[in-house]
């Protein structure tokens, strides 16, 4: 069952729609034929400034698990026969540093609902019974509800389709590229460094496969999610 049918999702997706394209028509005699695109990065730029405290806090709790880190690799060596073991002394060792193992879930959980009803407009071709306007505006000529995947596998994939869409994916994987040299990522139980620095370039991937307007969301949201953690690395050290 496709729960955005759903009487009160159907009504949010409905209104966060009718609320992009009132902020694209607001934009529109400025920014002309860029509004649709430009709308979507300022909603998403609201929408991740409301979500400042989600962010310190989740960049709290990896500050937290990075310091124990270390503690947590020799307790896994020490224990990896005991698997009973292993579980009741990391949990004391969480209790004992006042840490909690969950404290990077809640902010997700958080966001998840805002996020999942911005994906729902990006992807939807008609929402509440009309037709998605929003996927009817363009950006460099390209409309927002063109995915390049779609675009190649159709034969519709044109030069302006590959130059923006593959621009903005490109984009998006250098800032992913950034992150991964900025923020080192330690290797953890089951999951090899590379795998995880590999992690940080999947967004690069989807941006393929979503329509042009989720890829504005992407690209805007990859780029926040930079910033803000250079910026708590700073404040949190």
């Not at 310190?56 to 310091?67: D, E, T, V, Y």
């Not at 994987?173 to 953890?188: D, N, P, Q, W, Y």
């Not at 090899?192 to 329509?211: N, R």
Request: some cysteine; overall charge positive.
């Amino acid at each position: 069952m496709d729960i955005t049918t759903l009487p009160v999702i159907s009504t949010l997706i409905d209104l966060t729609s009718r609320g992009l394209l009132a902020l694209t028509s607001l934009l529109t005699p400025w920014t002309g034929a860029l509004a649709g695109a430009l709308a979507i990065v300022l909603v998403t730029l609201v929408v991740r400034a409301a979500l400042i405290p989600a962010g310190i806090a989740q960049a709290k709790a990896g500050l937290a698990r990075s310091r124990l880190a270390s503690r947590l690799r020799e307790l896994q060596t020490r224990y990896r026969g005991d698997r009973e073991r292993l579980q009741r002394e990391t949990m004391e060792l969480y209790r004992s540093e006042k840490v909690s193992p969950f404290a990077g879930c809640l902010p997700i959980l958080i966001q998840a609902p805002i996020v999942g009803l911005l994906y729902s407009v990006f992807l939807h071709a008609s929402i509440a019974g009309h037709a998605n306007e929003l996927l009817s505006q363009t950006l460099l000529g390209v409309p927002l509800g063109t995915s390049l995947l779609h675009a190649v596998s159709t034969g519709t994939a044109d030069v302006v389709t590959w130059l923006v869409i593959g621009c903005l994916v490109l984009v998006i994987a250098a800032v992913g590229e950034i992150t991964r040299r900025a923020f080192r990522i330690e290797s953890a139980e089951g999951m090899p460094v590379g795998v995880l620095g590999a992690l940080q370039f999947a967004t690069a991937v989807v941006a393929v496969f979503v329509p042009l307007a989720a890829g504005v969301y992407l690209l805007t949201t990859v780029t926040w999610t930079l910033g803000q953690r250079v910026v708590l690395r700073r404040v949190y050290g």
